[in-house]
Structures are given as structure tokens and as C-alpha cells.
């Protein structure tokens, strides 16, 4: 595909005479240091004629033009937009006129006209003069029909201006950057009286035909003004909604003593907003008296959502901007600001090392990120060795997808996969983060991750509105998939909120045997975060090198978090290097309405749900438990449902453990394992119920424990043992439910309840594993026969039921409800449901 191309280079007059073109006219518009200009007031004749009033009611059009805006100061460079209300009869006779110059750095200054002459002078038509407190100038069209800017002065500094006629059937794109000369170190003396540095020196462009390709005004090396026709070299392409040409020296343009090359990239979409163009590249300048000047240049970035291509066969000189034209290394993405809606793609299939970076500077842009991916075929690995994978810091705005992120996993470092960190002050909240269909493993500390902690301060600052989804984290050392803050007790909310966690596969977390101050192992752990689920997980064969004496890692769980709920997930082989905790699921220290539900916890060596209060947590409120199920759960220490107290009995209230099906052994490791156990340490009494659970204990194992002093609430519940029945409750054992019932336990409304019975589950302990990917309601093994006498035997609670059970079914209506969590069945009805 072919185009035309005007290139306009502006160097020293002096120098043109010295220079000889082929094909080319030469048009020199001079200021010193190479400032595109005009014509002054001094070539100017005197407009001595009045402008012609207008009377009546008169046909009149507007005109547009629009253009560049140069200095001598690099950083002060802008587009500049002008409007003019003329007779339709009499185009000379301008009625009004506006003009506004917008600077690269987002100011916007405006002038109105205060003049307008009509004039006899073959050379133009009439001269316009628009004023304000920050800009001046005066405006003409040549003998020759061409427009222009003359006297032009912005703050009390002279500037030029390039302008073009911008119509719907040939509208105008001007755009403005910076070019260096790259090479100039190298120079001993001056080109032609001009000093040769590699400092940023003005870029601009006037694109003057409707695809914004065959017309430029180019500000180029060194100085001088030279009309020269280009053709595109290479074909053109389109990639997400943009079209990039390959741009470089052709054969209607001279070669010598130029040469250059470049991509420009546009849209004439109106669709997506108003066109763009923008270019870039780079320009050998062959000097007779000093060599080869090598300068590279690029516009401001007038086109939104840029998308910068990384490749292995890449070249970092690249722009990056297209897979031909492609970046080598993370290095080089590392120095470009990445703004809101762009993205960086990685080649699929092959390896980059290094660690991506991304500070406050970069995205922030909400709901409009910067995506990190892959293109072409597979997934791109970003491989970062001992440092964190991809590491942001102070900002949000981001989307990760289809990448393997991996590292070097060793216990001396704390290198994570994905993280996002803040020490901010306050309580900002930094706006969006989607991780979606990555892979990360081989990292010391955290896989994914969002952080937030300032040393010395009780702050609230951290990140919302986060999703993490299809993500598969393994061979960890400490936390699979996290967050964190700064924690106190006394503060009031939360640093993180609206995180989902969901669909994600996390194994392997070992545990960081060097580590004996904290726990480690953990599979997903949230913290500081207020409105989150983690739900349709799976985690499994972790924490086994925890080495914290006090404490162990579990698979999924909160603290110090409100309004949260785990659901749909499945945690299995949790371990645990100390025998403490490796447990399945965990509400814990401080955490305010949480729910756990339709979880299925099997063969871990601590407790299947833990519900714990540590000591110095913020007070724990309205936890509920509800249609679970634990198999074969608290190997070495713990019950299947886990509570203890580490602080004032008022501190841990308000706990309703409800339509759970347990299953325990009793092993040698852990003797005295439980269905429902209440850990001695502080006591608990504040509104702690069990309603409607199937405790199934073998082996052994008690039903229940609860200690003296404690006191809990026990309504609605089967009781199944094929060792006999074993309830010890305030320091008391209890060898049937009627001897159990003498505690006020297992009575509702005055009436006696609970069941002593086999349940007549389809296969209890016999669960097994199902599997990442695989629905939980493929469980079969602790659904209840047809003639169970579960059914219709639990207790209607006065609170919410929740909307269906384990296996999906609708309960809402069941007036009736089951014991356990298969429900809304009847004794005629069929259990396959």
C-alpha cells in the first residue's frame, strides 16, 4: 500500500546552502536555535484600512484551522486550534474569531480576536489580530492562499505557530513530541554555529489529509525547513482498532544527506473518539563537516492505549508499538510510563527475565487499566529470579492475564509472584486490579499479594475492587494468594476492600523452615479487608514445613476482615511442621460477619473449620458455619469444627454453626479429636450455637467436647458413634443424648430435639478427593438415603437459612429442614436430588 509523505526539517540557513536535495523545495523559515517561524511585524506592510462593517442580516461560515505550537523551550509546546466567522459573500470581511493553544503539559490558553483588516495587497486578503493576557498574534492568508501565524507571543516569550485549513472532508491532526540527537556526546564542535548537545529540542507534525498520513511538518535536526516527498516502505496493519504504517527514506525522497525512518500509527474511527496520530522513530543526518548525527524522535502521545509488544526477537531501539516493530526486554518496558487502557503483551511461548516494575506514575486509571499478557501462541513466562515477578507500588488500575509468572523460591528470600504494594497515608484506596489465567510459582514470600504497611502508622491505605480468578499458585513458601495491613486493634476500618478470590488452584505451599516467629504454608489469606469471598478453590498438600512452634498455616481463611464469606471450595492435605493448626478453613482473630458455607474439607491434620479469637484481635461478631462437610479432618490436633478464645469471653459472640456434616476418626496423633470441640484456653459463652448438624465420630473420637466453664448451645443435631456415644461438656461425660439433654442441651421451644441414630450417609469417609475444576456436588458420599432419619428432623431457626444446601437444592421453603447438608428432602422423597 502506498502513500505519499511531505517531510519539512528545520536546521540553520546557513547550513542549506551547503545542502543539495534531490526532488526537493526548499522553504526556510528561520529563529535562532532552530525555531519554526514566520514573518515578522517589519515585513509586514502597514494595514491602514478600517474592517468593513457588517449590516443586516448577513450569510456568514465558519473556518477552521487548526496547528502547531513551538519555543525555544522544549517543554513548552502545544496544538493550536482557530476559529473565524466570515461573510459568505465576502470571505475577507472576518466578523469574530477565537483561538485556543493547548501545551503538551494539559494547559489550556485562549484569545479572542480584536482586530480584523481588510487589504488591498495582492499578498493577502485581510489580517486578523487575536490578544489575551497570555497570547498574541496576527493571522493572514499568502498571495498564495496559504495561512499564516506571524508575531506570535505566549508569556512574554516568542513562539511560532504552523497552521492548516481542517475541514470534515480534510481535517487536520497536529500533534507535538521531542527528538535528541543521540550521538552528540561524540562531537567536538559546532554545526554550523549551532551547538550540537543531546538535550530534548521541539517535534511537531501537521498530518493535513483525511487518513493523517500524506502531509507533515516535521521539526527535525538541527534546524532548517525542507519539504520532501517519503512513500511508505512496508504495509500497513491494523491491531486493536489502530492502523500503523512502517514509514523510512524512499525513493521520491533524497537520501542524502537524510535518512530516516519511523512508524506512525492513527485512527479515523469516530467511534472510538476523536482521530489520532502519532509517530515515531529515527534520523541519520549525514553532516559534511561533522559525520553522521544520529537523532531519534516521538510525538506526545496523542493516540489513547498504546499497546507495546515485548518479543524475544524484539530490539529495544524498537517502538515496541507493533509485533514487528517489537521491544527485547522487561528493562526497556520498565522506562516507559504505562497509562490507563494501554497494554504490554508479551511474545507466547518464550521467557523474559527480569522483574516488571510499575510505581505511582504508572496506570491509576480505575476501571480503564493497563493490561500485562501475552500474544501470538501459549504464555509468556516472566522469569525474576531472586526479585518479586511483577511489582507494583503505589498504584492500582492493572490487568493480568495469560502469563506464567515464576521465580527463584529459597528461604533466606522474600521475593513474591504478583504483588501489589501501598505505603500511603490515609485511608486511600487505590482503584482496580484483575488477575486472571495466570500461573505463578518458585517465590519465597507471597504468590499474589496486596500489601499495605507504613512503618510507624495505624494507616488505611490499600487497594479495592480486586478480583483474582483462574489462578494456579504453587511450590510457595509462605502464602499462596494474600493480602495484608498494618494491624491494631483500636483502629477502625479496613485497608483493603471488595476482593474475590475465586477458581483458583494453590498447592505446594510448603512452609519456610527458617521461619519460627509467624506461620507459614498458607494456602489463601486474607487480611485488613472488609466486603470479600474466596469461593469454587481448591487448595491442597501444604504447610508441611511450617516450623512456628505457636501456630500453623491453613488452606483458606480471614482475619482481622468484615463482611466476608469462603463458599464452594475444597481444601485437603493440609499439614503442619509443629502439629499446630493445618487445618482446612478458619474465620479468625477479629473478624465481624463472616460466613462459611458449601465447603468440603477432608484429611487435613488440624481442624476441618476453625473459628478462633487471638489474643489482642479486634472483637469477633456474627460468624456463621452452615452446610459443610469434613471428612477424616484433625489428624493431630483440633475437630472437625474448631472453636477457641485467646481473649475476654464478651470478645467472641454471636456464633451459629448449623447444617454441617461431620466425619472424624480418632488417630494416635490426636487423641483427643472431636466433631464440634471448644479448645481450653479462654472461655467462650457469649451466644454460641449447634443446630442441625450430623457429627459422625468413629474410632474414638468424641461427638463433642466443651470444657468447664464454656458454655454452648446444642439444638437440632444428630449424634452418630460406632465406638458409643461420647459428649463431654463442662468437665462432664455423657454416655447417651438423654443423660446429655440433663445440660439444658438438645431442647427448642420446650421441646426435646436432636437425634441419637446413623444418619444412613451414601458412603461416609469415603469422600476422597474431587479435584480443581470439579463441581462439589459430585460429593455422593454424604447424601442422605431416602429413609434417613435426618430428614425433616432439624429445627426451623428464627435466622436466615441461607438459600440451598451443599448440593444446590432450594431450602428457602422447607418448612421442614434436614439435619446435616443435604436438605430440602422429604421421607417420600428420592435422595439423588
Known amino acids: 500500500m502506498k502513500k505519499n509523505f511531505t517531510l519539512q526539517i528545520i536546521t540553520n540557513q546557513n547550513l542549506m546552502e551547503k545542502l543539495t536535495f534531490s526532488k526537493v523545495i526548499f522553504s526556510v523559515l528561520f529563529l535562532s536555535f532552530g525555531l519554526l517561524s514566520s514573518c515578522s511585524k517589519e515585513e509586514l506592510d502597514p494595514l491602514n484600512l478600517e474592517a468593513k462593517p457588517s449590516t443586516g442580516v448577513t450569510a456568514t461560515q465558519e473556518i477552521q484551522y487548526k496547528g502547531i505550537y513551538a519555543s525555544k523551550s522544549s517543554n513548552t509546546r502545544g496544538i493550536v486550534e482557530l476559529s473565524l466567522i466570515q461573510e459568505k459573500e465576502n470571505p475577507a470581511n472576518i466578523i469574530s474569531g477565537k483561538a485556543k493553544l493547548t501545551l503538551s503539559t494539559g494547559t489550556v490558553v485562549e484569545a479572542d480576536m480584536t482586530d480584523s483588516k481588510s487589504t488591498d495587497k495582492a499578498s493577502e486578503d485581510f489580517n486578523v489580530s487575536f490578544d489575551s493576557n497570555d497570547m498574541s498574534f496576527n493571522f493572514y492568508l499568502d498571495a498564495n492562499g496559504v495561512p499564516v501565524v506571524a508575531d506570535v507571543v505566549y508569556k512574554q516569550q516568542e ?264 505505603d500511603l497515608d490515609g485511608d486511600v484506596k487505590l482503584d482496580f486490579a484483575e488477575i486472571k489465567n495466570v500461573k505463578v510459582h518458585g517465590f519465597s514470600d507471597y504468590g499474589i499479594v496486596f500489601g499495605s504497611w507504613k512503618d510507624g502508622s495505624i494507616n488505611n491505605a490499600g487497594f479495592k475492587n480486586i478480583v483474582v480468578e483462574n489462578a494456579k499458585v504453587y511450590n510457595i513458601l509462605n502464602v499462596g494468594i494474600g493480602s495484608y495491613g498494618n494491624f491494631s486493634a483500636s483502629k477502625t476500618g479496613y485497608a483493603h476492600a471488595n476482593i474475590s478470590v475465586r477458581n483458583c ?102 481442624a476441618g473449620y476453625l473459628i478462633g479469637q487471638f489474643t489482642g484481635a479486634r472483637p469477633m461478631r456474627n460468624i456463621t458455619v452452615r452446610y459443610n462437610i469434613s471428612e477424616n479432618d484433625a489428624a493431630t490436633n483440633g475437630g472437625s469444627i474448631y472453636l477457641f478464645n485467646g481473649a475476654s469471653p464478651s470478645s467472641m459472640r454471636d456464633i451459629w454453626v448449623y447444617n454441617n456434616t461431620l466425619y472424624i476418626k480418632e488417630k494416635p496423633s490426636n487423641s483427643g479429636a472431636a466433631g464440634i470441640k471448644l479448645l481450653q484456653w479462654k472461655t467462650m459463652s457469649e451466644n454460641i450455637n449447634f443446630h442441625n448438624n450430623i457429627i459422625v465420630a468413629e474410632d474414638g473420637a468424641d461427638l463433642v467436647q466443651v470444657p468447664a466453664g464454656y458454655k454452648a448451645n446444642f439444638s437440632g443435631n444428630l449424634y452418630h458413634s460406632t465406638t458409643g456415644f461420647s459428649v463431654k461438656y463442662q468437665g462432664m461425660a455423657y454416655s447417651s443424648l438423654t443423660a446429655f439433654r440433663a445440660t439444658g442441651n438438645e431442647f427448642y421451644n420446650e421441646q426435646e430435639v436432636g437425634i441419637e441414630a446413623d444418619p444412613l450417609l451414601s458412603n461416609p469417609g469415603n469422600g476422597g478427593i474431587i479435584g480443581f475444576g470439579n463441581a462439589l456436588t459430585s460429593l455422593t458420599a454424604y447424601k442422605l438415603s431416602y429413609n434417613s432419619p435426618a430428614i425433616d428432623a432439624g429445627i426451623k431457626l428464627s435466622q436466615d437459612m441461607g438459600e440451598q444446601d451443599f448440593y444446590n437444592n432450594v431450602i428457602l421453603t422447607d418448612p421442614a429442614p434436614e439435619m446435616g447438608a443435604h436438605g430440602n428432602l422429604s421421607q417420600e422423597a428420592v435422595a439423588s436430588n
Open 159 to 422: 513562539g511560532a505557530v504552523v497552521v492548516a485549513e481542517h475541514s470534515s472532508a480534510s481535517p487536520v491532526t497536529p500533534i507535538t513530541g521531542i527528538y535528541r540527537c543521540t550521538n552528540c556526546e561524540d562531537q567536538t564542535s559546532t554545526l554550523n554555529g549551532i551547538e550540537l548537545n543531546n538535550e530534548d529540542r521541539i517535534f511537531n507534525m501537521l498530518l493535513t489529509t483525511k487518513d493523517g498520513q500524506t502531509g507533515m511538518t516535521i521539526q527535525a535536526v538541527l534546524g532548517s525547513l525542507v519539504n520532501a516527498e517519503l512513500v511508505v516502505e512496508q504495509a500497513c496493519s491494523t491491531d486493536a482498532g489502530y492502523t500503523f504504517c512502517t514509514l523510512q527514506t524512499g525513493a521520491k525522497a533524497t537520501t542524502e544527506p537524510v535518512q530516516w525512518s519511523g512508524i506512525h500509527r492513527y485512527t479515523t474511527d469516530s467511534s472510538s473518539g476523536d482521530a489520532c496520530s502519532t509517530i515515531w522513530g529515527d534520523l541519520v543526518f549525514n553532516s559534511p563537516e561533522n559525520g553522521i548525527i544520529e537523532a531519534e524522535f516521538q510525538s506526545d502521545n496523542t493516540c489513547p492505549n498504546n499497546t507495546y509488544y515485548v518479543s524475544a526477537t524484539g530490539d529495544d531501539s524498537n517502538s515496541g508499538l507493533t509485533p514487528e516493530d517489537a521491544w527485547k526486554t522487561i528493562l526497556k518496558v520498565n522506562s516507559v510510563t504505562a497509562k490507563p487502557g494501554d497494554r504490554i503483551l508479551f511474545e507466547g511461548g518464550r521467557t523474559f527475565n527480569g522483574s516488571l516494575k510499575f510505581t505511582s506514575e504508572d496506570a491509576n486509571g480505575g476501571n480503564n487499566p493497563v493490561t500485562i499478557s501475552s500474544y501470538g501462541t501459549g504464555e509468556a513466562t516472566i522469569f525474576s529470579g531472586n526479585q518479586t515477578g511483577i511489582d507494583i507500588y503505589n498504584t492500582a488500575g492493572f490487568r493480568i492475564e495469560n502469563l506464567i509468572v515464576t521465580g527463584n523460591a529459597s528461604p533466606e528470600l522474600r521475593n513474591s509472584g504478583i504483588q501489589f504494594y501501598t
Open 505 to 606: 488452584e494453590v498447592f505446594n505451599i510448603t512452609g519456610n523452615s527458617t521461619i519460627t516467629h509467624k506461620h507459614s504454608g498458607n494456602g489463601i489469606l486474607l487480611s485488613d479487608v472488609q466486603n470479600s469471598v474466596i469461593e469454587y478453590s481448591t487448595v491442597y498438600n501444604s504447610g508441611q514445613l511450617n516450623a512456628n512452634p505457636s501456630g500453623g498455616p491453613v488452606g483458606i481463611w480471614y482475619w482481622d476482615a468484615d463482611q466476608v464469606t469462603i463458599q464452594h471450595n475444597e481444601v485437603y492435605g493440609m499439614k503442619s511442621g509443629t502439629s499446630k493448626d493445618g487445618g482446612g478453613f478458619d474465620l479468625d482473630g477479629g473478624v465481624t460477619n463472616g460466613i462459611m458455607q458449601y465447603n468440603y474439607s477432608h484429611d487435613n491434620y488440624g
